[in-house]
């Protein structure tokens, strides 16, 4: 749950040159990225659109520790598409005054974190005497949306401000299928829950152009709560349904400042860095309590505490390249993720006691 709790870029351009938006992202979807971008503008615009994750991540294994036993394991992710984003903005320039301002608003909405994934994983086990089989499928639905409407102000087309104000709703859906057989039975469960949550945050951006070809931008999104209603959980098995509610929580979602700027070197070729904080340290969970003392929620939140996360730094840059119409883009990324690693000894997984950091980069 944690690495996917990082926020969910939806702009093309800025996806294209390395997630840089702090101070390259156009148009209305500045909203997401750094609203004060929205006042330098020209013209208005609607931007909308979609995604597909096409990353796989697929492993394999064959256990042939005994003479007498072969396991083969396979799992990893399955692509995934989702409605990403759509947006609008209006800027007015008014230059007739000594102190030429600007000033414009727009809307807009996105998937500010998104959960979507699906998830697979198949193992077979074959000895003399036996033979085992067991597929799973957890998919995961939805995350946190939100509308965002949002003000900017410019002055002399170099200084501009602006804020966002996010408000967060949405349903995660989790559905899981396990299946289980051997020689003389089989077994079939399914999971199915909805997980309503909210939120609140704003988004305070700050640019600036020291040259005409040259824009630096800055944006800070403070901590804020994702709230976690109570859940409902369907379980079935052997035919029989069963219903159970299970209190939910809020994470603190930490803070995330972003700094970075873009250069127009000619009409047809620019560049833009990037450099990005989100304190995995912040990461907390505060779940509500049964009568018993305990829950799902509660299990994760104790195993938060116990991860002991660290780090939080991401660079980004890219490129970008006209021709004729047609532009061409082209990004770099370093991003940490905290992810647990495994020793498989004798077909047994051993998990390390603390998470390492994974980059990524693409």
Do not use: C
Not at 22 to 40: V, Y
Not at 122 to 138: D, G, R, V, W
Not at 175 to 191: A, L, Q, T
Not at 319 to 324: F, K, M, N, T
């Amino acid at each position: 749950v944690i690495h996917r709790m990082v926020p969910n870029l939806v702009d093309i351009r800025s996806m294209g040159m390395g997630k840089t938006g702090s101070a390259g992202n156009t148009g209305s979807n500045a909203i997401f990225g750094n609203p004060s971008l929205l006042a330098l503008q020209q013209n208005g615009s609607i931007k909308l659109g979609s995604n597909i994750h096409l990353a796989f991540a697929n492993n394999e294994y064959t256990d042939q520790s005994s003479e007498k036993s072969e396991l083969e394991v396979k799992y990893g992710y399955n692509p995934n598409v989702k409605f990403s984003h759509i947006s609008a903005a209006l800027p007015f320039q008014f230059n007739s005054s000594s102190v030429p301002f600007s000033f414009a608003f727009g809307t807009g909405y996105h998937n500010a974190i998104d959960l979507s994934s699906t998830k697979y994983l198949k193992a077979n086990s074959i000895t003399l005497a036996n033979f085992y089989q067991y597929e799973e499928t957890i998919k995961f639905r939805g995350g946190l949306n939100t509308i965002s409407p949002a003000l900017a102000f410019g002055f002399f087309n170099r200084v501009s401000a602006g804020i966002s104000f996010n408000i967060g709703f949405g349903n995660t859906k989790y559905e899981g299928i396990f299946n289980s057989s051997d020689i003389i039975h089989g077994e079939k469960v399914e999971y199915n829950a909805v997980i309503p949550g909210k939120g609140f945050s704003t988004s305070i951006g700050i640019t600036g152009k020291p040259l005409d070809n040259l824009t630096l931008g800055a944006n800070i999104t403070p901590p804020y709560k994702w709230t976690w209603d109570e859940i409902e959980e369907v379980e079935r098995k052997n035919g029989y349904s069963n219903k159970r509610k299970i209190p939910g929580g809020k994470f603190t979602i930490p803070l995330n400042f972003s700094i970075g700027g873009e250069y127009q070197l000619t009409e047809y070729f620019s560049f833009a860095l990037e450099y990005q904080i989100r304190p995995f340290e912040s990461y907390k969970l505060d779940a509500d309590k049964t009568s018993g003392g305990s829950n799902k929620m509660a299990e994760i939140e104790s195993d938060i505490k116990e991860m002991n996360l660290k780090n939080g730094h991401a660079f980004h840059a890219g490129v970008e390249l006209i021709a004729g119409h047609i532009p061409f883009r082209f990004g770099f990324f370093l991003e940490p993720y905290p992810l647990i690693s495994e020793n498989i000894a004798n077909g047994t997984p051993k998990q390390s006691e603390e998470p390492v950091q994974v980059r990524r980069q693409a």
